[in-house]
């Protein structure tokens, strides 16, 4: 799956704007979080804000602002009392920002995407501004990395102020997880601050088995870079999710040396021996976030005191998961193991986003 600078930069290099629309405020019980987004790109949509009256309704509202005649990067923001207005079981309140993308965000977007690749963290700052059209806002977008910002105009107060709160946020990590409004709105214009999306995390999986292939079809569609590692050409399925990168070789130690840092591995091999070669080449580092195992208790113990006698650690040795999965649930058809993995994975990535 797709991130959404990726789609856009294709619409919009084919030279047809399209719509993204972002839950930027949220309040009692909602059917998606503040960040969630959705991208419409002519006929097609990617993602979604709730579904429901509320998705249907901020949907004719962001196809309304692409078929405006104005010229620049318009935006209009919407507030929906679920319970009241739509008549949703939820009863909370949404607001939506719906922003039209034309030609003049290409840079932006091809700015994020070149960012997310790297994962170099940065915020987004949204200068909102009135313009003619009653209710319609001009938008200005700026890129801010620790290094320097993108898109800021030159002694234009309102800029200055964005990009300072931009860099302070990225300076504190855990204050910009989600959307913010700066408060009270600036004179000339309103700023909504973005974090970077949440990148998931970099899985290096090894082994193409019942397990590592039903696992790759649960985690393929979240979109997270996957390495899928084995010692065998033939192992791989034909067709794969985009993100997941094949590698046969005779050496798969190799590929925990050329993972970067911060990346997930799972090691699950038709080779017990290999499991242990791999686990250890794994410890030698020290900056992954998890490193899981497949196998039972009774494996956990003999690879401990094997891994024991060859020098690590008892607490180098406990960043080892195995079994792999959440404990309570213990199926044991690959599906069943494939499913509580994932599960586990996405609480290490959401502990990571936090941090």
């Known amino acids: 799956m797709k991130a959404w600078p990726e789609l856009a930069r294709e619409s919009l290099a084919d030279g047809r704007a399209c719509a993204l629309l972002t839950v930027t405020r949220t309040e009692g019980s909602t ?27 901020a949907t004719e509202r962001a196809r309304t602002l692409l078929a405006m005649s104005q010229p620049g990067e318009l935006a209009v923001t919407q507030s929906y009392n679920l319970g009241a207005s739509l008549g949703q079981c939820c009863g909370g309140r949404v607001e939506v920002l719906i922003q039209r993308l034309g030609r003049d ?52 107060g309102v ?40 990148r998931g995390l970099r899985l290096v999986l090894f082994g193409a088995g019942h397990v590592g292939r039903a696992l790759v079809q649960v985690i393929g569609p979240l979109g997270w870079p996957i390495t899928w590692v084995e010692t065998r050409d033939d192992a791989f399925p034909a067709e794969l999710a985009a993100g997941i990168n094949t590698i046969a070789t005779d050496v798969p130690e190799v590929c925990i040396d ?7 591995f799972l090691i699950m091999t038709h080779d017990h021996a290999l499991d242990l070669q791999l686990c250890e080449r794994v410890l030698a580092r020290t900056d992954f976030v998890y490193c899981g195992l497949i196998g ?24 080892i998961t195995c079994p792999i999965g959440l404990p309570q649930l213990s199926g044991k058809a690959p599906f069943e193991v494939a499913i509580a993995t994932a599960a586990q994975l996405l609480q290490v990535a959401n502990g990571e986003r936090k941090r």
Not at 296 to 305: A, G
Request: charged residues 30%; aromatic residues 4%.
């Open 258 to 264: 050329d993972a970067p840092a911060h990346s997930a």
């Open 159 to 198: 800029d200055t102020l964005a990009v300072a709160e931009a860099q302070r946020a990225l300076l504190d990590a855990t204050c910009l997880v989600v959307p913010r409004w700066l408060e009270p709105s600036h004179e000339e214009g309103r700023v909504l601050l973005e974090p970077e999306p949440a």
């Open 31 to 57: 059917p998606r979080e503040a960040g969630a987004r959705m991208l419409i790109c002519g006929d097609a949509q990617h993602g979604t804000i709730g579904g429901g009256r509320l998705e249907h309704d």
């Open 105 to 156: 965000a290409l840079p932006f977007v091809e700015r994020l995407i070149e960012l997310d690749a790297k994962r170099e963290r940065y915020a987004c700052a949204l200068v909102l501004e009135p313009c003619a059209a009653g209710g319609i806002l001009a938008v200005q977008r700026i890129v801010v990395t620790r290094e320097g910002s993108l898109g800021a105009r030159a002694e234009h």
């Open 296 to 319: 039972s208790r009774t494996k956990r113990t003999k690879f401990v005191n094997r891994l024991s006698a060859r020098g690590f650690s008892a607490e180098a040795i406990e960043r």
